[in-house]
């Protein structure tokens, strides 16, 4: 077949990482006979450098002609200590995943055998682990308006809200993506507390007769904090808010061992981006040390999200392979054996798959 992909590699190391990511892509197309092609756009603050906007209308429009985007990094500490800054990096991800309607990141965490000892969670904790974390991503705090100061700059206010329709298209996508799977459904909340919760648990208790094979539990976000880290195997498919899916995902990737190994799909409506969960990690920029697995494994949900399955299965095995040779980056590899650079990795993995 042949497919467009727009191409946003961000800042930071995510021009390394995304150069890898094709490197894998080509591979997958010389092997399995599908020419794919690349359309590159500005995003972040290689954007605001080159045209002052983080997410720049040109970007904007590559984005929705390829219909699916790979998507490196975006931030830069420059901004971050600039509490003034009028624009910002991170701006241009919000505009991005809101103006392509890209309402549900679906952060999956597979234990890889051979990495059980890098997690700094016991073995016998992480072992087994396999769940799906669906985090909303284009409602709550996040987008909530109003946002800012008051006059005298001593107020700060945020505002979570979510509306029926934005909470039910995301969990019918979450009950239906547990279909697939162990069939157990949990509903992140913090509804004790707040009232954008209360309407999650409705809707989820609503919605739950559709789907008679899930079962559904809802738990307290502090307490899913602690469950993570205590008993990961206990859960299957996770849906939460935007803003307590940042945060757990964050935690859950310890769980994996590195936060270099975990990949996401944003879906919506049309337009699908596929994204490593980790940022820009501008201390390694430039310096081939990166690892490159969490982009390459989103290349492959991107491969099975058009479709391609057997190419997804294939670069799933070539990083099982590398991982298990240990062809892996200084990240995930173990003390005092050599370590391999970020492009060696993508090599390895490109030329495997090439067989
Ligand atoms: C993520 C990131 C972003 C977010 C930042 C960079 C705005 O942490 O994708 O998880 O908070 O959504
Ligand atoms: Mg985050």
Not at 30 to 38: C, L, N, Q, S, V
Not at 122 to 132: L, P
Request: hydrophobic share 40%; charged share 25%; aromatic share 8%.
């Amino acid at each position: 077949m042949e497919q467009k992909i727009a191409l946003l590699a961000g800042d930071g190391i995510g021009p390394e990482i995304i150069r890898e990511a094709v490197k894998v892509m080509d591979a997958v197309g010389a092997k399995f006979g599908h020419r794919f092609t690349y359309e590159k756009g500005l995003v972040g603050a290689a954007a605001i450098d080159a045209t002052g906007d983080p997410y720049p209308e040109a970007t904007h429009r590559i984005c929705q002609e390829a219909g699916i985007v790979l998507f490196g990094a975006i931030g830069d500490p420059k901004y971050d200590n600039d509490p003034s800054a009028k624009v910002r990096p991170e701006q241009g991800l919000l505009r991005m995943r809101k103006s392509l309607g890209l309402f549900a990141n679906i952060r999956p965490l597979v234990m890889f055998d051979a990495l059980a000892d890098r997690s700094p969670l016991k073995r016998e904790i992480v072992q087994g682990a396999d769940f799906v974390c669906i985090r909303e991503l284009t409602g709550g705090m996040y987008f909530g308006r109003p946002q800012g100061r008051s006059e005298d700059g001593n107020t700060a206010y945020d505002t979570c809200v979510y509306t029926r329709e934005e909470v039910e298209r995301i969990l019918h996508l979450a009950f239906k993506q547990a279909q697939t799977r162990r069939k157990k459904l949990t509903v992140v909340d913090k509804a004790n507390v707040i009232a954008t919760s209360r309407l999650w648990r409705q809707i989820a208790q609503e919605l739950a007769p559709a789907y008679p094979d899930v079962t559904l539990e809802h738990m307290f976000v502090d307490n899913a904090a602690m469950q993570l880290i205590q008993w990961p195997t206990r859960f299957d498919v996770i849906v939460t808010e935007n803003l307590f899916g940042d945060i757990l995902t964050d935690e859950a990737s310890v769980i994996s061992g590195s936060l270099g190994m975990l990949p996401s799909a944003s879906v919506g409506a049309e337009v699908a981006l596929f994204e490593p969960i980790h940022g820009s990690y501008p201390q390694a920029a430039g310096k081939n040390i990166a690892n490159p697995m969490a982009t390459i494994l989103s290349a492959a949900m991107l491969l099975e999200h058009i479709g391609l399955r057997q190419e997804g299965a294939a670069v799933r095995s070539a990083i099982d392979e590398a991982v298990r040779s240990g062809i892996v980056t200084e990240d995930i590899a173990e003390k005092g054996v050599q370590t391999y650079t970020t492009s060696q990795v993508g090599d390895y993995v490109a030329a495997f798959i090439r067989g």
